[in-house]
């Protein structure tokens, strides 16, 4: 098995896939995790690259990080499931949502865009950066983007814990998972996306701005969008208790 992953509760309720951010690991989604696993199967895993997971050499694709997911699922005979991942783990979602819908009842989707954010080669050149100098020498920048400074001083032991999944994420891993952004364009199959879909940005958002999510959001016919107001990229540590009610609800 390729990811590692951790699952709780009932192993007879319904599953819900959690997918993180890049450079971070399933522990992003521990509040979830623990509100969720009195009512689901939770699901909480690496992606490819990143945490206790595999690390082929790169770069990746899309379907590389998705075609994972699914083995994931078929490894734990899981035939169908919901999913929520936030930014790459977004990303990823909107690719299984346009491969293989069959395998989902809903997604809830954080920070996505569809097409990569930047230009490619700013891409490129992440990759580049962390293959020779490591994911320490992006690790400042991507906290400096992902908490508001007021949340950021309120819960230093949070942005701390966060800070050392991306410096302990595999540097091929996280170089890898950069070419897969980098290279994504997701646009021309949202429309055909006919699982229930709930999209969500971060008012503040330096990483993926709303308004990129919002254009997602608008692609896909019968989705719901959802703007969460003060907060940067990691929506789901700055209101844990509205992300889980919003995904409690659109998950069921
Ligand atoms: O690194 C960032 O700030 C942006 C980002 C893109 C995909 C992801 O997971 O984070």
């Known amino acids: ?111 996505a865009p569809a097409v990569a954010g930047g230009s490619p080669q700013m891409w490129t050149e992440r990759a580049e950066l ?31 814990a966060v800070r050392h999944q991306v410096v302990n994420t595999p540097d091929e891993g996280y170089a890898a998972c950069c070419e897969a952004i980098g290279a994504m364009d997701l646009r021309d199959g949202l429309a055909s996306i006919d699982v229930p879909t709930l999209l969500i940005a971060a008012d503040q958002d330096e990483s993926v701005p709303a308004d990129a999510v919002r254009a997602v959001a608008d692609a896909i016919p019968g989705s719901q969008f959802e703007l969460i107001e003060n907060s940067a990229h990691l929506i789901n540590l700055a209101h844990p208790e509205h992300l889980t009610t919003l995904l409690a609800h659109h998950l069921r």
Not at 73 to 96: K, N, P, T
Not at 138 to 160: C, E, H, M, Q, T
């Open 1 to 111: 098995m390729a990811l590692n992953y951790l699952a709780t509760g009932p192993s007879n309720a319904p599953v819900v896939l959690l997918g993180s951010a890049l450079g971070t690991t399933h522990l992003l989604w521990q509040a979830q995790v623990d509100a969720l696993a009195g009512r689901f199967r939770v699901v909480a895993f690496d992606h490819l690259g990143h945490g206790g997971s595999e690390t082929p050499p790169g770069p990746y694709k899309m379907a590389d990080l998705g075609g994972a997911i699914l083995e994931l699922m078929d490894h734990l005979g899981v035939q169908q499931a919901s999913y929520a991942g936030i930014s790459i783990g977004g990303m990823v979602g909107l690719w299984l949502a346009q491969n293989a819908p069959e395998r989902f009842k809903a997604f809830a989707l954080l920070c």
């Open 130 to 160: 962390v293959r020779t100098k490591g994911t320490e020498a992006v690790a400042d920048a991507a906290i400096g983007r992902w908490f508001l400074p007021d949340f950021a001083k309120a819960s230093p032991g949070l942005v701390a």
